[in-house]
């Protein structure tokens, strides 16, 4: 199973591929073409301003970081108002009380728990041998990176 996603950097348009973080996990990072940070979020790449990030007060931070994610959130939520129907809404006053498992719930738990994945030892030797090494390396970045 893949367990990556691709991106592309919003400040640079950089290509690049990141493991798919958790289900609604916030990650942050500069992009290594640019520089720039980047941030993850519901598997999309959104510009965040390094300066507020690094030189902010909390507060600042906090207000940047909410705006970016708002943006996405109100997105989403237009989205899905725009495509839901009435019968959208018949299944949904006809679902089950609150307390039972509806069946939305039972495909997500079943798409989470078969995300989660064991590491062979196989697996941590070649990261130990071959790509730890290199973590420090910006030139290998860059190959994952385009």
């Known amino acids: 199973m893949d367990r990556s996603i691709e991106v592309n950097c919003p400040h640079c348009g950089a290509r690049g591929q990141v493991m798919i973080p958790l289900l609604g996990a916030i990650v942050i990072g500069p992009c290594p073409s640019c520089g720039e940070f980047v941030c993850i979020f519901c598997g999309r790449a ?27 959130i109100e997105e989403r939520v237009s989205d899905l108002m725009d495509q839901m129907t009435e019968e959208d809404l018949e299944r949904l006053r006809d679902e089950e009380p609150v307390g039972r498992a509806s069946e939305h719930e039972n495909r997500m738990a079943e798409r989470e728990s078969s995300v989660v ?3 062979s030892q196989s697996e941590v030797d070649h990261f130990l041998e071959s790509e730890l090494p290199h973590i420090d390396n910006y030139s290998y970045f860059r190959t994952i990176f385009d």
């Open 46 to 72: 959104l510009p965040i301003r390094k300066d507020v990030i690094l030189s902010g007060t909390d507060a600042e931070r906090r207000s940047h970081l909410l705006d970016v994610l708002t943006g996405v």
């Open 117 to 119: 994945e064991v590491i």
